[in-house]
């Protein structure tokens, strides 16, 4: 997986260095998790809080641990003391809740805005028309933006979307795009793409 990332960088002119492989680990066995550790790797996500917690607190060490997955409000002070990157951020009380939190605990996690790129009703994430603004609301707050995330709709080429997510970044002045999952990834890197997020290719089926 890592030697296929790095050609789609060198493909793209970039350097490999430059892309982080997240691999997603929700709902893996733990065997699997294991093996993964054991390999090297050392970037993963999770989509829950609760089931993070049970998995990673006692393999924290090390570890760099993304929440790719909606954050509900009552789960922010849990997700502030476990995650090194939020990547999901997508509304004003979200924004509150952290910005609190970060102040109380004197913890600072790194923090992505979360866009709903193909405007999906079922899919959380700002609407690619407010992203500036809810941008400029967060840093109003005093909370440090790293980059933007997206999950493109299913059946739909993914490069308008990786695309849109990239001219967002580029305007506000955000340079980490985490966009790219098992199907799409080659074109996610090609287009900028600073992390990917990998599961069933890197994996296989879950458990």
């Known amino acids: 997986m890592l030697n296929r990332i790095a050609e789609a960088a060198r493909d793209a002119g970039r350097s490999p260095d430059d892309v982080t492989l997240v691999a997603v680990s929700k709902q893996q066995p733990d065997e699997k998790i294991d093996a993964m550790l054991a390999a090297g790797q050392r ?15 006692p393999r ?17 002070r849990e997700a502030v003391a476990l995650f090194d990157v939020i990547e999901t951020v997508d509304r004003q009380k979200l924004a509150e809740a952290l910005a609190r939190e970060m102040v109380r605990s004197d913890t600072a996690v790194r923090l ?3 866009v709903n790129t193909g405007e999906e009703p079922q899919k959380a994430g700002v609407a690619p028309a407010a992203a500036d603004a809810f941008i400029a609301g967060c840093r109003g707050l ?11 709709p299913d059946g739909e080429p993914p490069e308008p979307h990786f695309g849109m997510l990239a001219d967002i970044a580029a305007r506000n002045g955000l340079t980490k795009l985490s966009m790219g999952m098992s199907a799409d990834y080659p074109v996610a890197v090609r287009l900028g793409a600073t992390s990917v997020r990998v599961g ?8």
Do not use: H
Request: aromatic letters at 8%; charged letters at 20%; one cysteine or more.
């Open 112 to 114: 992505y805005v979360q």
């Open 142 to 152: 005093g909370l440090t933006l790293e980059g933007l995330m997206c999950i493109p």
């Open 60 to 76: 924290r060490e090390g570890v760099e641990l993304r929440l790719i997955g909606p954050l509900q409000t009552n789960k922010v």
């Open 200 to 207: 069933s290719a890197l994996f296989g089926g879950r458990g």
């Open 43 to 57: 970037v993963f996500g999770e989509n829950r809080v609760q089931e993070a917690m049970g998995r990673w607190i």
